[in-house]
């Protein structure tokens, strides 16, 4: 049978700024199906990694791969079959919450039917008139992952979903995060929280890899740490 490669497989990354090294030989894989945190302090290059898988980003050296292709220069080809959400998210003006969606839609050529099940999925189908101006934070970062959504990409990218939320927000999105990857996505994200990513290492300088997988029960791969990872187990109801 032909091996099937890794949705995402990062071989000895590197991107500096100068002279800071914000991403330095970083290696790690992702398989399908997998929730996989990146986790790091701030400035530890965290967003750097992902944009550069993301193709958004040139490295100085090593590769990023998604489904098996280089993600630079970057691929059109592969942009259907992702979703991202930027850490700084920003909306049209003056466009409510279903304008917005329907906005995404049209860009990605999706029926407007779409756009009734997304607010359903992310809980606004009772904010679906208001202006996001209008909404609470926790809202627009569940408008946000919504609009990452809504093409149905195989693969969610999500940079620092949870900050700036209330404890109680940022429970509500967790949960959100998980019935994605149980409804068969493999998600990526960034976070400096350690009360949620179970099973994630922890690094200085460098960006420190980790996930955890609910469909095979195992630990993902990690790299640039300085410590071994916690012990793993699935994100917290």
Avoid at 11 to 21: E, F, M, N, P, Q
Avoid at 87 to 102: D, G, N, P, T
Avoid at 130 to 142: C, D, F, V, W
Avoid at 163 to 190: F, H, K, M, Y
Wanted: aromatic share 6%.
């Amino acid at each position: 049978m032909p091996v099937v490669p890794a949705v995402i497989e990062v071989t000895d990354l590197r991107k500096s700024y100068g002279a800071v090294r914000a991403v330095d030989g970083l290696s790690f894989s992702v398989e399908d199906g997998e929730f996989f945190g990146i986790l790091g302090p701030n400035g530890a290059g965290k967003t750097t990694t992902l944009e550069i898988i993301e193709g958004l980003r040139e490295p100085d050296g090593g590769e990023a791969r998604l489904f098996g292709v280089s993600s630079w220069p970057r691929q059109p080809a592969l942009l259907p079959r992702i979703g991202v959400q930027l850490q700084a998210s920003s909306f049209f003006e003056r466009l409510s919450v279903r304008e917005q969606l329907h906005t995404f839609a049209a860009l990605y050529g999706v029926a407007e039917s779409r756009v009734d099940e997304m607010l359903e999925l992310v809980a606004l189908t009772d904010r679906a008139d208001a202006r996001t101006e209008n909404l609470s934070g926790g809202q627009k970062q569940r408008l946000s992952i919504a609009c990452s959504l809504v093409h149905d990409p195989e693969l969610v990218f999500l940079d620092e979903p949870s900050s700036g939320l209330d404890p109680q927000a940022r429970r509500n999105l967790w949960d959100l995060l998980r019935s994605i990857n149980e409804d068969g996505r493999t998600v990526v994200l960034t976070t400096h929280f350690m009360t949620r990513p179970s099973g994630c290492a922890i690094g200085s300088r460098s960006s420190t890899t980790a996930g955890f997988s609910p469909r095979t029960r195992r630990p993902a791969s990690y790299a640039g740490s300085t410590r071994r990872p916690t012990s793993a187990s699935p994100p917290a109801s």
